[in-house]
Every structure is written in structure tokens, then in C-alpha cells.
T-cell receptor, first 113, second 109 residues
């Protein structure tokens, strides 16, 4: 089944404790992206990757890191999480065509205390 | 700056028709997407418009007017399962998606 898999679905952590949210897609998509979603603000892009070893900042990259060593994987790293990073996170992927829609993972609800 | 406007919330009755509007101001235009998002779930793709006019897909249709910077999503024969948020997103001249905040649609019996 074609899908984007994110883990974990739920994560509660404390300020400053490094964490990684994994994302993997099995559709051979070139493009991958991370979003956070907060009430009233909609989806905001954190980082994106047009292909392997190519990553770029989105609208809200501060406090986050990503890597794209393989085409299928695009992990999101929070080196020192803070409470303002409490949010719902989505990984998404697509083919690189203009009209290609995004396929989203099921989301990771992160709480930083 | 770039901006996409959608109503925050709309209410409609089961079996009726509802139109969700989206207006945009972006640097360039390379297509407009509509996504559906049920509470706590991932967005799922509904439609893509790049040329003016109406695209119909079953009970859902999407309209685009590039000269007016305007789109709408039309949902017919509303069902309770259509209760969700509807997200409008535009691809700009750099092929980046600009997202609206979404419209929460409440369906009443």
C-alpha cells in the first residue's frame, strides 16, 4: 500500500531533550516536506527536500533540523525542544511535477513540557 | 506578502449544497489545490485547478478564476461524513505551496 509513515503518533517530552520524528514513504517520491499545524494558523512548512541530499528551509525552520540521506526517509530532529514547539506535525511527499498532490503521513502530536 | 483567505467556519444541513470560497494573493500562480482534513487526521487531496473553470468530481466540484484570484469548492448532497476542515493551497512562482488556514465545515442533521 502506498503510504507515508510517521512515527511516533504521540510524543510527550521535556524541554531540552533531543528527539527525532521519523518519516518514510514507499512511493519513490522526489519531494518531501515537514509541516506543523497549530489552531488558527493552518499548515506551516518547516523544511522541505527536492531530492536526496537537497534540503531547504520553509517558513518556520528555527529549532528544527532535517536530513535526506535516502530518497524514502526524511527525519525531523529537534535538538533542544521547547514548549513553543508543542504542535501537530505532518510529513508529506509528492512527485516533483507541478500538479502532483501531497500525500501526508498520519501526523505526530508532540507535547513539550 | 502572500495571502490566502478562507472563512473560518461554515454550517450546512445534511443533503444541502455548500460553497467554500478561497481568495488568494500570491507571487505567481502554478495551480490551486483543495484538501479535506478530518479532525486529528491527515489532509487528503480533493482537487487541483490550474485553468479557469469548473472541475467536477462526483459530489465535489472546484472552480477557479485566475483574473479574480478566486476559487471555490462546491459540495453537493452533503453527508455527515463531510464534516471536516477544507484547506485551500496555491503553488506560487517558486512552486512552493501557500496554505490558507482552512474552513471548518459543520454538517447538521
Amino acid at each position: 500500500e502506498a503510504q507515508v509513515t510517521q512515527n511516533p503518533r504521540y510524543l510527550i517530552t521535556v524541554t531540552g531533550k533531543k528527539l527525532t520524528v521519523t518519516c518514510s514513504q514507499n512511493m519513490n517520491h522526489e519531494y518531501m516536506s515537514w509541516y506543523r499545524q497549530d489552531p488558527g494558523l493552518g499548515l506551516r512548512q518547516i523544511y522541505y527536500s527536492m531530492n536526496v541530499e537537497v534540503t531547504d528551509k520553509g517558513d518556520v525552520p528555527e529549532g528544527y533540523k532535517v536530513s535526506r540521506k535516502e530518497k524514502r526517509n526524511f527525519p525531523l530532529i529537534l535538538e533542544s525542544p521547547s514548549p513553543n514547539q508543542t504542535s501537530l506535525y505532518f510529513c508529506a511527499s509528492s512527485y516533483s511535477g507541478v500538479s502532483s498532490p501531497l500525500h501526508f503521513g498520519n501526523g505526530t502530536r508532540l507535547t513539550v513540557t | 506578502g502572500q495571502n490566502i483567505d478562507q472563512p473560518t467556519e461554515m454550517t450546512a444541513t445534511e443533503g444541502a449544497i455548500v460553497q467554500i470560497n478561497c481568495t488568494y494573493q500570491t507571487s505567481g500562480f502554478n495551480g490551486l489545490f483543495w484538501y479535506q482534513q478530518h479532525a486529528g487526521e491527515a489532509p487528503t487531496f480533493l482537487s487541483y485547478n490550474v485553468l479557469d473553470g469548473l472541475e467536477e468530481k462526483g459530489r465535489f466540484s472546484s472552480f477557479l478564476s485566475r483574473s479574480k484570484g478566486y476559487s471555490y469548492l462546491l459540495l453537493k448532497e452533503l453527508q455527515m461524513k463531510d464534516s471536516a476542515s477544507y484547506l485551500c493551497a496555491v503553488k506560487d512562482s517558486n512552486y512552493q505551496l501557500i496554505w490558507g488556514a482552512g474552513t471548518k465545515l459543520i454538517i447538521k442533521p
